[in-house]
Every structure is written in structure tokens, then in C-alpha cells.
């Protein structure tokens, strides 16, 4: 079993006679979670999510149990010399994946973001938005135990960031840890397991009601065996269940979930039966909200 990942009394300040920018912080991610982190600008988050990722190290304090992870950084370098499919076929055996096998994950990947066509562009002519494609897709492909993203959705056209809220309920789902920022409050909103505010240094978690899932849902109606539960996993994201006529459910997800649902309603045993699927077009998320 994997442990926790733990920042212990951990603090960070740039230079011998910096500020510190983050002091005392204690912070334990269990495997099966997402975490948000908020905060005004300029204090410590980024700082943070390079601690948890592993890319920085704390000035005081210890980090401890870092599983495999991967890591969106807030400015992805985009001046690679390398090819879209190159990049991410040498990070995925960077990441532990065969020589087979990364080439197949880097190709998959950008076709899940909608880049496929970009496969063989070099990265310096990429726009913006593709570049931030390549910059999900290196996180996403090896499987990370731990994902770490900064602002990955900025940047990303509207089909490219609902797949990214799959891809965290997937990682999620499959047993991973997922930290983020993202300057809009409504981004995964309701399906966090906690949020943390960064203030003045130190890390608080919001004890206030978590915001209600919002964006794009799903309702289906399913039946399962008679009086059977829904398994543990189909419930722990709905929306709202109702049971409109004996044996017959209806479950309200977020879209982001709702392939994540279905998986675990039809591998359930025995399996439970799909009778219709309705998509509902609440509020999509945007890039516009204010920070
Ligand atoms: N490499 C660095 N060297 C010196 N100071 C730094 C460095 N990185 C961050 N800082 C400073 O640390 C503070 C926190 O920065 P950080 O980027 O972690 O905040 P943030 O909450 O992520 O900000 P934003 O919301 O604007 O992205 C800022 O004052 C910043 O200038």
C-alpha cells in the first residue's frame, strides 16, 4: 500500500535573507484524492505545487512518501528542439515506459487533446494552446501516482479542458493523487476532496461548504441487481440519485466523471445496466472568470 505524501513543517524562501514565502506548512495527500489549492496572487502557491512535485526543495522541513509523480508547470518551456510526438515519446522512457509503449502513449495523448495533427511540428512553431496540449499530455501519459498541475487549464481550447477533467477523475479513480490551482473557482468545483488557502505563509483548509459541482452534467438511469448498492466508486462524485421507480436510479455527475461512473457501474459484480444517458449543458467553464 502507498503511503501518504507529507509535507512536514516544511518552509521555503528564496536567497539566505529572503522572506520566507511559506513556513510551518503540514500537509498529508492520501492516494484516491484531489486536492485544490487557492490563494491570492503572488502568495506561494506555485512554490507550493514545485515542493510537492519534487522539483524544489524546502529550505526547512521534510517532504516524505513522493510517489512517481508528474508535474504541469505554470510556464511550460515551449523553445524545445524536438518535435511534438519526439518530446513525448522521450519523456514517456524517461518516465519508465517501453520503447514500444511511449511512442503509443505520446500518440494517444496528443489525439485525446485534439493535437494529433500537430504530432510532427516542431515545438517552436506550436501555438500557445497546442503547446499547453504537449504540456498535459508529458504529465498525463506515464500514469503518475501523483499529478501536480499549475494552472494546466489556461490556454487549453474547451474540448481540451473537459478532457483534462476526465484525465484527473480517471487518475483519481485509478488510485492517484492530484493537486491543482486553477484561477477559476468552478474548475473541478464540488468533487475536490479538500481545499487548501494559501495565506501569509501558512496553508488552511477551507472547512466551508465545498462550492456545488457546476459546468456540464450527466444523468443516467441505471438498474442494478435487486437491492443491490451502487458500487462505492459510482457514488463518491454524484450530483444527485434518485430512485424514480423501484429497481430504476437516476445519478446526476459531473461530466468530467461521468466515464469514471459508467466504468465502475458496468465492471461492478454483477454489473449494473446503462437504460439512458442524457448530457446537460449547465454552465461551461471558461478562461474568462476573474482570479
Ligand atoms: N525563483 C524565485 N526566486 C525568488 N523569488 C521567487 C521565486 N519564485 C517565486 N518567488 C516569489 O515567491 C512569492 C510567491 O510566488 P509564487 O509564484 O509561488 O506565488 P503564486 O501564489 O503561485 O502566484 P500567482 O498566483 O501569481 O501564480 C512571490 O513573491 C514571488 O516573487
Redesign the pocket.
Known sequence: MRRDLQLNNVGRR??IH??W??RGVNLELAPHTLTRIE????????????LLAGI?TPTEGKVTGRPRTAYVP?RFPQALPFTAEAYLTHLGTVHGLSRAAAPRAASEWLDRFGAGAYARTPMTRLSKGSSQKVAVAQALLAEPELLVL??AWTGLDEDARAELERAVAERTAAGGTVVF?D?DPRRLAGVSDATYT?TDGTLNLRTDKPTSPSGPQVSLDVQGPPGGQLPAEASQFLTSSTEPTPGTHRLTVPASHSDVLLRALLTAHPPWHVVSLNQRDDLPLDDESP?
Open positions: 528564496y536567497g529572503g522572506p514565502i511559506l490563494g491570492p496572487n503572488g502568495t506561494g502557491k506555485s512554490t507550493l505545487l514545485r524544489d505554470e499549475d494552472e490551482v484561477h494559501v482570479r
